[in-house]
């Protein structure tokens, strides 16, 4: 994570936060004379949320395990050659 001053942020707002969403890196600002912020796009905090959101739901990541099992034994579905057909077609 990139780290400015206050100061810096504040002097070149629009430059910083356009390098934020453009780049996907959070920025974290300083403050002497208080707590630190953190400066992130809309579009990463939202990623991050739903990241969480799987991260802490049990049942959602046991299927991802089980999903990722049979993927890795080659015994999990696999579509008939018109339903591959049907996709090209949509």
Known sequence: MREISVHEFRSHLRQVVEGVVEDHVPLRVKRRGGQDFV??????????QETLYVLQNRSL?????RSLK???EGTGYRPSQDEL???DRV
């Open 39 to 48: 400066v992130v796009s809309a579009e990463d905090w939202e990623r991050e």
């Open 70 to 72: 049979t993927h890795g």
């Open 61 to 65: 990541m046991e299927q991802i395990e």
């Open 85 to 87: 057909d049907a996709l």
